[in-house]
């Protein structure tokens, strides 16, 4: 058991895939301009991961070395467009709000990254614990960046204005704020890891 | 080459299933995603024309291209349509209700995905309500939003150019 939780917590801190491997930052960068929005690509991509995660490694011993990256994809392709009907039945205004980032999860480097570098020599359990652990350092790494973003960028929290006459920081909502903000947040990670 | 047969069976087996998963969802799916259409349609069009009781869409090539609004007398009073655009980082796609001459009665925009706190104004009562009441010709009046002037700009004239092509098209009708 305690092995598992290693698996999990080691997708969250140690390897987190936003702040420590630097993967798949493109929807991070494009996203995040609301805590909606970042909890909603988070929830989708964990699920994803988990659901290729398993899958792939299941089939470890199935899949020929030499095809293996064609086989990943048709997998991660289709529980992404599991989650894209999902959603477009049960929350259309999510759909609309994550726009073309949700079917752009088929090439998220972190699914298909962990995919290659862990799910296809691992066990199913661990690959299981692997997936759920990045998955969820993944959403927590966009609610926070998504979390300042919103708050500074358009004075809301949740769509709900917090300070009445607060003049947000505008371009804290710009693609060049997102830069700003993963930056520094990235810079603050590292400095952390430094010191110990 | 007997590799390369393995190779094929593999992929088409993982194919096939994929396949038929994706079905299976899809048919799950389906009627539930085109009624959450249908719905916000329905609602759309009673926020942009308050009171019309009934619609009635005119196709054409399988394409909506307008809808005729009637009140309760069963008089065709008024028209709605849908306009888009692209705006500042999106498509902006406006509904808007109009009264057969020409005035429009109030637009909802259905679909933007422009910066939050800047364009995403678009959607504010302070922006929409600047709609209501004014001619096609009246629009040019509508003030922009600060710091939002393309996203503003792209609903006003996506309006605007679907308002005179609708007028155009229903001045023969009966």
């Known amino acids: ?196 | 080459m007997k590799e390369m047969v393995r190779y094929g069976v593999t992929l088409s087996l993982i194919c096939g299933i994929a396949a038929a998963s994706l079905a299976a969802v899809n048919l799950m799916t389906k009627s539930r995603i085109i009624a959450q259409a249908q719905a916000e349609e329905g609602t759309a069009l009673k926020d942009v024309l308050p009171q019309a009781t009934r619609f009635e869409p005119v196709k054409k090539d399988g394409e909506t291209l307008y809808y005729k609004a009637f009140d309760a007398q069963g008089n065709w009073t008024a028209v709605a349509f849908t306009a888009d655009q692209k705006g500042y980082s999106s498509v902006i796609q406006t509904m808007a209700g109009m009264s057969r001459d020409g005035v429009i009665s109030a637009i909802k925009v259905l679909s933007q995905n422009e910066t939050p706190g800047l364009g995403s104004g678009v959607t504010s009562p302070d922006f929409c309500g600047q709609f209501s009441g004014k001619a096609i010709d009246g629009l040019a009046e509508v003030s922009a939003i600060t710091g939002a002037t393309i996203s503003s700009k792209a609903v006003i004239d996506s309006v605007k150019n679907k308002a005179q092509e609708i007028k155009e098209l229903i001045r023969n009708e009966g």
């Open chain 1, 1 to 196: 058991m305690k092995k598992f939780f290693h698996e999990f917590l080691k997708g969250i801190f140690r390897e987190n895939p936003t702040f420590v491997l630097a993967l798949g930052l493109c929807p991070t960068l494009a996203v995040s301009t609301s805590l909606t929005n970042g909890l909603g690509m988070g929830v989708a991509a964990t699920f994803v991961l988990l659901g290729s995660n398993v899958i792939i490694s299941g089939m470890r011993n199935i899949i020929p070395g030499r095809i293996r990256i064609p086989c990943y994809i048709v997998v991660i392709a289709t529980f992404v467009t599991l989650v894209e009907m999902t959603m477009k039945a049960y929350s259309p205004a999510l759909d609309r709000a994550l726009g073309i980032y949700v079917p752009l999860i088929v090439v998220n480097c972190i699914v298909l990254g962990r995919a290659e570098a862990y799910a296809c020599k691992s066990s199913v359990t661990n690959s299981f614990f692997d997936g759920l652990g990045m998955g969820v350092g993944f959403t927590l790494a966009l609610l926070l960046i998504s979390g300042i973003r919103e708050v500074s960028g358009a004075g809301t929290i949740l769509g709900r204005e917090i300070i009445k006459g607060f003049d947000p920081v505008r371009v804290i909502s710009m693609p060049s704020g997102a830069l700003l903000v993963i930056g520094l947040l990235l810079a603050f990670f590292n400095l952390i890891k430094r010191k110990k």
